[in-house]
Structure formats: C-alpha cells, structure tokens
C-alpha cells in the first residue's frame, strides 16, 4: 500500500492513552507525514479540554480538506466536538469505538458520559471487530447509526490495536482512501 498518496490534510485522533510506536496511527503518521492532535493529558482525559485541542489545531486549515482519523475514545470525542462546534470537514475514521457508559470502560475520564449521539454533518465510516472488548457489536452498530456513518465490521479483531495483532494494518488504509476520494 505504499503507492498510496493522499489528497487531503489527514490528522491522528489517538484514544485514552495515547497510540504507541507500533500502532498503526503512528504508523501511518510516520509513513504519510500525517499531524497528530497532541492532547495535554492523555491518560485522564476530560472531553472539554479534547475537543477544544481538536477545535484549536484545526482552525488554520480549510475544514472541506479535514480527513480526522479517530481510534477508541477520540471517536467518541470527534463526535463531541462536531456537536459543540459543528464543523464541516471532508469525513472522519472512526475506528474501534469504545462504549464509554460500559462497566468494561476504564475509569479516569471525565465528561465522556453520557454516549454523543449527534449526527455528524460530515462522511465518517465507522469500523469495529465483532469481540472488542471496549464495545458490544451492537453498541457500535447503535453508534454508527447514531452518527449517520457507513458501518463496517471487520470480523474478530479485537480492539484494532497492537494488543490484538494490528501494526500496518493496510486495510484500514483502504477505507481512509475511499474518505480521501470523497
């Protein structure tokens, strides 16, 4: 997939804890030069002080150019911030979804509850697996409803992290091209 070349002015959303060096966000940041929204505190995050980072960094670009690639709890932040802001941007990547009113959520994260089920007024493609742990299959088909996004279901693959066998990961990249094509 390395002869992939991308039109728009794509930004890495990491989740709760930020994504390692093997992680395929950090993986494609470094392969396509992509910017990572740097959050302040990435292990108690609180969603106020996310979405204005997200908000903040993006300001200077044009919005109809804006790929946001989310992982885990940024897909839920995304959401928060089309709410508040309302912004158009060319579609997002919202990969692995964690439920955060589930008794599996982690503790430490303030403001992330209850689930934003706002429509998103962009193109967003929703991917889950079938066992992760941080969301129920049907709580992520609910979400991507919710969000207005295209749903896909890439079988059992756990959270779609290092942790269950992800580094590259270029089937991802496919779905990020298909955005990028919009």
């Known amino acids: 997939m390395t002869s992939i070349s991308f039109q728009s002015k794509i930004f890495i959303v990491p989740g709760l804890g930020n994504s390692g060096e093997q992680h395929w966000q950090t993986l494609w940041e470094n392969q396509f030069t992509f ?17 204005e980072t997200i908000d903040k960094t993006l300001k ?17 932040t995304i959401a928060f911030w089309s709410e508040k802001y309302g912004r158009k941007i060319k579609g997002a990547l919202l990969v692995a979804p964690s439920d955060t009113e589930a008794e599996s959520y982690p503790p430490g994260t303030t ?50 992290n290092v942790g269950s066998g992800f580094g590259p990961w270029d089937e991802g990249l ?5 955005l990028d094509k919009r």
């Open 35 to 51: 910017t990572r929204i740097q959050q302040r505190e990435w292990d108690k995050p609180d969603q106020n002080e996310w979405i």
């Open 111 to 160: 403001g992330f509850k209850p689930m934003c089920l706002h429509n998103l007024p962009f193109p967003s493609i929703t991917i889950t697996s079938s066992d992760d742990y941080y969301v129920s299959l049907a709580r992520a088909t609910f979400f991507a409803n919710a969000w207005g996004s295209e749903f896909i279901n890439v079988g059992i693959a756990g959270h779609i």
């Open 174 to 178: 496919k779905f990020l091209e298909k």
């Open 60 to 76: 200077s670009f044009p919005l109809d150019e804006i790929i946001l690639i989310g992982h885990s709890l940024a897909c839920t």
